[in-house]
């Protein structure tokens, strides 16, 4: 199974930027899709966005759409999550997660392997 590990997280304030990176060990990275998601205390985690094995497609929560960016570089194994325009809701864990030979939809159950998760917090 493929492994990660987020980083990346942090304090910010309102309107600021992060980019959060998720490197992958262990197998071929170009087999999975890959997505990011998020949780606070006490609520489901929840789907942020996600890009597919190849790149060409990319999906995004309404709630982070045009402030959000995905991407993943295949040679450095790597899936990054550019935040911009950032508000106090966007405060969460957030992890990645790989699904193989799949597509990146929103559904926790799909994935095969989760990080840890990196926080990001959010100040107003």
């Known amino acids: 199974q493929v492994q990660l590990v987020e980083s990346g997280g942090g304090l910010v304030q309102a309107g600021g930027s992060l980019r959060l990176s998720c490197a992958a060990a262990g197998r071929t990275f170009s087999n999975y899709a890959m997505g990011w998601f998020r949780q606070t205390p006490g609520k489901e985690r929840e789907f942020v966005a996600g890009i597919s094995r190849s790149r060409t497609s990319t999906y995004y929560a309404d709630s982070v759409k045009g402030r959000f960016t995905i991407s993943r570089d295949n040679a450095k194994n790597t899936v990054y999550l550019q935040m911009n325009s950032l508000v106090p809701e966007d405060t969460a864990r957030y992890y990645c997660?790989?699904?193989?030979?799949?597509?990146?939809?929103?559904?926790?159950?799909?994935?095969?392997?989760w990080g840890q998760g990196t926080q990001v917090t959010v100040s107003s």
């Open positions: 997660a790989a699904r193989e030979f799949g597509w990146p939809t929103s559904s926790r159950d799909d994935y095969d392997a």
